[in-house]
């Protein structure tokens, strides 16, 4: 659904919640499977510094990093993701 479309929304809950079961069982794996590949940790953290980064540039014209010195790397597994599961 694209960002302020309201119509949009409002026709893609409508066929959401016209599935069956199995559909949305399917919708959900794929959801999962989106969310897995494209929101781990590392990548969030990543993506949340370089937005610091941008604002930091904007408001005191300091340059960003020409390298990165090391990635920040979370773990994936914590004991509240092993409890979940």
């Not at 119509?7 to 989106?34: F, G, I, N, P, Q």
């Not at 408001?59 to 597994?77: D, G, N, Q, S, W």
Request: aromatic content about 4%; hydrophobic content about 45%.
């Amino acid at each position: 659904v694209p960002p302020n479309d309201a119509d949009a929304l409002a026709k893609a809950l409508e066929e959401a919640l016209s599935m069956d079961a199995e559909a949305r069982s399917v919708m959900a794996t794929h959801a999962m499977m989106h969310i897995a590949e494209n929101f781990t940790r590392s990548k969030m953290v990543d993506e949340t510094m370089d937005v610091y980064a941008e604002l930091l540039q904007e408001k005191f014209f300091v340059a960003p990093p020409k390298k990165r010195i090391e990635k920040i790397v979370l773990p994936e597994t914590t004991p509240l993701n092993q409890a979940a599961e």
